[in-house]
Nanobody, 125 residues
Framework: QVQLVESGGGLVPAGGSLRLSCAAS????????MGWFRRAPGKEREFVAA????????NYAASVKGRFTISRDNAKNTVYLQMNSLESEDTAVYYC??????????????????WGQGTQVTVSS
């Protein structure tokens, strides 16, 4: 079993930055590919970014590419999402997810086996 706890959400003006963190426990973190997803009010959950277990492969949604950066620190069992140039459309609950395999920075929610509770990000325009 894997437990995931997100933090770092909050209220930020448009154009600002936030860094989300996801702390993992319960298994060897470096063997888990990780992802970030989000759900905006009234919308379906959507992929944001993903990273493989070693941190050598990343994948981004087109809407965030160039603005967001996913990274991980396996020594700290933590994955990060640095969000810059935030827009009102980025307002959502952000969820961290983990896979049971090391490879595959997947954009598909059903590829992930564990999910955190989410952290709210609100961008004011």
């Amino acid at each position: 079993q894997v437990q995931l706890v997100e933090s770092g959400g909050g209220l930020v003006p448009a154009g600002g930055s936030l860094r989300l963190s996801c702390a993992a426990s319960g298994r060897s973190f470096s063997t888990s590919a990780m992802g970030w997803f989000r759900r905006a009010p009234g919308k379906e959950r959507e992929f944001v970014a993903a990273i493989n277990g070693s941190g050598t492969t990343t994948n981004y949604a087109a809407s965030v590419k160039g603005r967001f950066t996913i990274s991980r620190d396996n020594a700290k069992n933590t994955v990060y999402l640095q969000m810059n140039s935030l827009e009102s459309e980025d307002t959502a609950v952000y969820y961290c997810a983990a896979r049971n395999i090391r490879s595959g920075a997947s954009a598909i929610p059903t590829a992930y086996d564990y999910w955190g509770q989410g952290t709210q990000v609100t961008v004011s325009s």
